[in-house]
């Protein structure tokens, strides 16, 4: 099955989070919080008021309660409105 977002909607598949630290410490599994950062899997065609401006794979970061969780094939998605993502992270 395939996701097809409508409108300004966005379908983001969340990253893991890391379970250490840079320095070395394990994170235990219940205080992990889950990342804000997405991969964009699907994006919409937009609306007359609205521009698209993410695309397909890239790495953004998204307001922590927003979208809807579904789990479509055993796999995890958010669907959210473009206006939920905050920026996109670019690589140098």
């Known amino acids: 099955m395939k996701l097809v977002p409508l409108g300004d909607?966005?379908?983001?598949?969340?990253?893991?989070a890391e379970?250490?630290?840079?320095?070395?410490?394990?994170?235990?599994?219940?205080?992990k919080e889950k990342p804000?950062?997405?991969?964009?899997?699907a994006v919409g065609p937009g609306t007359e008021d609205v521009k698209m401006e993410v695309k397909v794979n890239d790495e953004?970061?998204?307001?922590?309660?927003?979208?809807?969780?579904v789990k479509l094939d055993d796999e995890e998605?958010?669907?959210?409105?473009?206006?939920?993502?905050l920026a996109v992270i670019k690589n140098k």
Request: glycine share 6%.
């Open 9 to 16: 909607r966005v379908v983001l598949k969340q990253l893991v």
């Open 60 to 69: 953004v970061i998204f307001s922590k309660y927003s979208g809807t969780e």
């Open 19 to 31: 379970e250490t630290t840079k320095s070395g410490i394990v994170l235990p599994g219940q205080n």
């Open 77 to 85: 998605y958010i669907i959210c409105k473009q206006s939920d993502i």
């Open 36 to 41: 804000q950062q997405a991969k964009v899997v």
